[in-house]
């Protein structure tokens, strides 16, 4: 049988569960340090294993694990010459054979053990190059005319030939990357190109080898294959290829080392067309699956099962092959369109990337004279190879040295790592706060702002200021008090900031509330909601042609020279320039110049004033708008609540954790809806900083991307979660999350297993910065809300929860009801991954893989601990003790109809007594674990005013006689409010419990 909601979490979470009482996270024993030692943990980081929202034996979106080994070979060192020229020279004598023999028939969908088609594996290395000899036989047919052509994301080929795959520092990633890449080596013996695909409207969705890919990098250095039994070929053996790949790092991995040990990803493919594949490592055909497909894919580079190749055999002495492509791809990366102020992709031999006004002009200039100094050697006959090997080392030296033009903070190759979340409490500048800390709520003020501005500079760009950037004038406002408004104005940029803006003419339309709005109140104002029944007026958004996303060509994403959208004819965007605002930034910028400009027109005409309040937003919005709808509260203090549905990266979502490969059952929870594979479902992670930068360029600025190393960006930190340096990040997005308090709401709204977009990871950001609103004073609680659809067992997850418990909650939240049932606000109080839905129902996934909210906030202590920030507390924060005769534990009883003397005593750190301050009693009785409405304590003394405490200087302590006579027997939860600080926003709650009888 099904539990009901309640019983459903109280077995879950192991506790009963009370309305206003947060749900602690699991723990381990007491004391003992998270040891990383969890499957999927930061020690096991792996996204390659995993196949989303596929399951070989059901139909259902639970993605599962591909375990089967990866195939193992060593390549042997080589200090003669190899000529690829597919004949197997006397050198391929001294490398092992290894077999390629696993047989799939020509559509990846089953083995086909019978096919004839096979072959060896032979590896040599001189230093830079890794070389290949791959031998075919059993291939009964000639198929070695022709060009192929690949055309599509997954490939079948029009003739026989060999695919190769590396992953040239063997990380595992099962996404497209800047490091893993694919191409087709067919069988013609003149073949002047190897093949593989690009999408040329997603320019990052592709193999690194080819030209036309956003990071393209000639790491293919030679290639030939025989044509079928050439004369050349070993007796029997049908097809000869042979391959040459550089291994080198380059950009901020230049000094990668090539020495025994060392390992490449690699996987070769025979194709014997219409007939079979025929793989070294793979031995399921499932593993290199991508949409609906097993074949061979180029746009996204699956590496779930490809085999490692570690070098030997090199005696630590004998001389490497010279090689200046390190220079060379520096340079080229330097000339291209991917360094501002270049164009191409840095091959063409026309222009160069030394324009570029990005970098420090130190490092520039260094960077320019050592392309100069190498350019000037590399072709020279006269020329030494120390001084050839000299002139490298200083442009790849010249090249990591490259800083950011903009100093105001430091550039990111200068910050240090903190792989766990980075403290809200402590200051980037130390000078500030007490001793760098927050110690107050003042001082939090003047850290969210400073974490406000370090997200502008690092991340989003900055959000022009009205009077600074801008001003806006009313031009229409002729609303008379019916129907719908609509207000125009005229926005004219200052251009003190910016170049070249334009005036632009605004129109707002605005959707007056149906229903819901109490007597003489004015409506907040809703940006993307639909809550007009529940008493919120309705602006749609994003605006329309505002800022678009999906700018992924280089045309759309870099400009012509400009982007297109209001905002950018206002503040416009060049970007060889260090003032760069993204389009997520530009459309968080519509919100705060439409409530400029409502706030004008409400001011000028008390029709509107009375509708509408501009003082008091929401903003909302799902996917890419629920990124901008958090973007937009985050960064405008009138925007008091936030819905963001399925945000994920550059919303909620920290850069520092992702969730690949963990595992859940949330059978028997309010999550599962009784749907199939609840109870063995598989994360396959959120978008990471490299997947969002490449897939959409304009959602982060270009100095964000100087976070992921050139020429790895998905290089895995060690001791981290996520890869590409974001550890240098001085902020995570739960900091930005946290910016919302004391005073402002965020609810999270997607499906349970919308994973791509944010689910656990955008759920553990919240809870995380719900510490912060309990810190400050206020119930986390009352201000963090989870609206979590269920499990979607199949189609695309990617959705949102019902909006009605929203409107709901908003209605309450802005008008004082309560409108929202307690199972409705049960729900919303609850965050599924906080469930005990891990390591066999056990644990939650926060300790069962990330160590806890602890350990997540820095603690050293281990998941049961409180050193984390997390658990931090004002030094100045009051010391709250109940006194007798009720009981802190709950255990008080009384005979109803007497007098219970409440109180309770405040002191500072030192035990001295506060006093002054004002406190409240309310009271709300509990039945069938549910707390009732709150109402007003009656006192049986004359020296209180209404529910108000009185403070004995002689006893130091706060005091009220409740009266019980209008209460019944039952239990009833006792609610104390107080305010410690009248300039502070911050209401504290204490809450007991005691039973008359």
């Not at 109280?10 to 499957?39: C, K, S």
């Amino acid at each position: 049988m099904r539990m009901g909601l309640r019983g459903a979490l109280t077995a879950m979470l192991g506790l009963a569960l009370l309305p206003g009482i947060a749900a602690p996270a699991a723990t381990a024993a007491p004391g003992d340090r998270y040891p990383y030692d969890q499957r999927d943990d930061k020690n096991f980081v792996s996204n390659t294993s995993v196949l989303e929202r596929f399951s070989p034996d059901g139909g259902d979106n639970r993605s599962y694990k591909v375990n089967t080994p990866r195939a193992q070979a060593s390549a042997r060192f080589t200090a003669g010459p190899i000529a690829v020229d597919a004949v197997k020279e006397a050198a391929w004598d001294e490398a092992d054979a290894y077999p390629i023999g696993n047989k799939f028939n020509p559509a990846m969908t089953a083995a086909a053990p019978g096919a004839t088609a096979e072959g060896t594996l032979r590896l040599l290395w001189d230093g830079p190059m890794l070389y290949g000899l791959v031998e075919v036989t059993g291939d009964t047919s000639a198929s070695d005319a022709g060009t192929p052509n690949w055309n599509t994301a997954s490939y079948a080929p029009n003739m026989d030939g060999l695919f190769v795959n590396m992953d040239v520092f063997n990380d595992k990633w099962g996404l497209e990357t800047d490091t893993q890449g694919v191409f087709f080596l067919g069988a013609n013996p003149n073949a002047a190109s190897a093949a593989s695909f690009n999408n040329a409207g997603i320019p990052s969705l592709g193999s690194f080898f080819n030209p036309n890919n956003q990071d393209y990098s000639p790491r293919l250095a030679a290639f030939k294959a025989s044509g079928y039994d050439a004369a050349t070929n070993s007796p029997g053996v049908n097809y000869t290829y042979e391959f040459a790949l550089q291994m080198e790092g380059w950009g901020d991995d230049w000094d990668r080392p090539l020495v025994n040990g060392t390992q490449v990803g690699l996987e070769v493919a025979i194709y014997d067309q219409n007939h079979s594949f025929t793989y070294w490592s793979k031995t399921d055909y499932n593993a290199g699956r991508e949409g609906n497909s097993n074949l061979p894919n180029s746009e996204r580079v699956r590496n779930r099962d490809w085999g490692e190749v570690t070098l030997a055999g090199w005696d630590g002495l004998t001389p490497f092959a010279y090689s200046g492509w390190r220079a060379d791809e520096d340079i080229r990366f330097w000339n291209s369109k991917s360094n501002p102020g270049g164009s191409g992709n840095g091959t063409a031999g026309t222009g160069d990337g030394d324009g570029s006004l990005v970098w420090t002009a130190a490092s520039k200039d260094r960077m320019v004279s050592a392309k100069a100094a190498y350019l000037a050697v590399k072709d020279n006959p006269d020329a030494t190879r120390v001084e050839k090997e000299a002139a490298v080392l200083a442009v790849c030296q010249a090249f990591a040295g490259l800083r950011w033009a903009d100093t105001k903070y430091p550039d990111p190759h200068d910050l240090p790592v903190v792989n766990t979340l980075p403290s809200v409490w402590e200051f980037f500048d130390k000078s500030k706060g007490t001793n760098g800390m927050v110690t107050s709520e003042a001082e939090w003020a003047e850290r969210k702002q400073e974490i406000l501005d370090l997200a502008q500079f690092y991340e989003y760009g900055y959000k022009p200021q009205l009077g600074v950037d801008y001003t806006v004038s009313v031009v229409a406002n002729d609303y008379g008090g019916t129907g719908n408004a609509t207000v125009t104005a005229k926005v004219t940029p200052t251009n003190v900031n910016f170049a070249g803006g334009v005036e632009q003419t605004v129109p707002i339309s605005i959707t007056m509330p149906a229903a819901g709005v109490p007597s003489g109140q004015a409506a907040p104002i809703s940006f993307g909601g639909s809550w007009t029944g529940n008493g919120i007026a309705n602006i749609a958004f994003p605006v329309a042609n505002w800022a678009r996303d999906g700018m992924r060509t280089d045309a759309a994403a870099w400009g012509t020279p400009n982007r297109a959208g209001t905002f950018y004819a206002l503040f416009p965007y060049s970007r060889n320039s260090t003032v760069d605002v993204s389009m997520e930034m530009a459309n968080a910028a519509s919100v705060s110049i439409y409530l400029d400009i409502l706030e004008h027109a409400a001011a000028a005409n008390p029709a509107l004033a009375a509708k509408i309040d501009p003082s008091r937003a929401v903003t909302k919005g799902f996917s890419i708008n629920g990124k901008l709808a958090f973007l937009a509260g985050v960064f405008d203090e009138r925007v008091k609540a936030v819905v963001a549905g399925g945000a994920g990266a550059t919303g909620p979502a920290n850069w520092r954790y992702n969730a690949q490969g963990q595992a859940y059952n949330f059978k028997d929870t309010p999550f599962s809806g009784g749907n199939p594979g609840a109870e063995q479902i598989v994360a396959h992670g959120t978008e990471g900083p490299g997947n969002s930068y490449r897939h959409n360029r304009t959602r982060e600025t270009e100095l964000f991307r100087h976070f992921l190393p050139y020429g790895h960006m998905y290089k895995h930190e060690d001791g981290s979660y996520g890869y590409g340096s974001f550890g240098r990040l001085p902020f995570d997005q739960t900091s930005l999350v946290a910016t919302l308090a004391p005073d402002r709401a965020i609810i999270i709204d997607t499906n349970l297993n919308d994973y791509n977009d944010g689910a656990a990871t955008d759920n553990m950001s919240l809870s995380v910065a719900k510490s912060v609103w309990n810190a400050l004073g206020v119930s986390g609680d009352d201000y963090v809300k989870f609206n979590t659809g269920n499990y979607v067992a199949s189609g695309d997850p990617h959705g949102a929860a019902s909006p009605v418990v929203e409107g709901k909650y908003l209605h309450d939240w802005f008008y004082g009801t309560r409108t929202l049932t307690e199972d409705e606000a049960d729900r919303l109080n609850t965050d599924p991954y906080a469930l005990r839905v891990s390591n066999g129902q056990t644990q939650s996934p926060y300790d069962y893989y990330w160590g806890g909210y602890n350990t997540i906030t820095g603690g050293q202590d281990g998941i049961s601990g409180t050193d984390g920030w997390y658990y931090y507390e004002f030094p100045g924060n009051p010391v709250f003790d109940i006194l007798p005769p009720v009981r802190s534990d709950g255990s008080g009883v009384f005979k109803q109809g007497s007098t219970v003397p409440v109180k309770f005593r405040l002191t500072d750190r030192t035990g001295a007594a506060i006093a002054g301050v004002k406190a409240v009693l309310t009271i709300a009785e509990i039945k069938n674990g549910k707390a009732g409405e709150e109402q007003a304590a009656v006192s049986t003394s004359g020296a209180v005013s209404g529910n108000a405490f009185r403070y004995d200087g002689h006893e130091g302590l706060y005091i009220f006689n409740l009266s019980t006579k209008p209460l019944h027997e039952g239990t009833y939860r006792l609610t104390i409010q107080y305010v410690t600080d009248p300039n502070s926003k911050a209401v504290r709650k204490e809450s007991v419990i005691v039973r008359l009888r």
